[in-house]
């Protein structure tokens, strides 16, 4: 669901994998505002790299899943298709598994929201200074 909510750029569905202690320090709104900046950022990088003007379309899925008493850790891959479908990246993998909690019987995302989103004390890092993987460790 965590991967259909980033192929749909649904940011509150991503929103919902976060704890409540996520939720207490970054409302509903600003977090939608900083996903969707981020994933203009970073994907508009990777599409200017590819060749500009070219229509992508991002998939992300799940590569792996394993599970160590109440920690998971998902491994994901970025595929990317130009308009006519053709495949441009594929199983492009992300270098580390993303840690997921389970917390009073629901999985949570069990990474804390970069430090830039919400108001954090590095909001105005340099755009050079943030990687897809913040965005692709959902």
Known sequence: MAN???NTQNWAGIYQFYP???????SLAEFENEW???YEREFGALKEALGAGMDLTIVVETNGVAIAGTDGYVT?????F??????VIENLLTDNAQLWRFIDGEW???EDVPDWFCGG???S?????RTSDQLLRL
């Open 76 to 80: 994901l891959e970025l595929n990317a």
């Open 20 to 26: 409540p202690e996520v939720h207490d320090i970054c």
């Open 121 to 123: 004390p590095l909001k």
């Open 82 to 87: 130009a308009s006519d479908g053709q495949g």
């Open 36 to 38: 969707g900046a981020n």
């Open 4 to 6: 259909n909510a980033v």
């Open 108 to 110: 949570f995302i069990g």
């Open 125 to 129: 890092v340099p755009q050079s200074v």
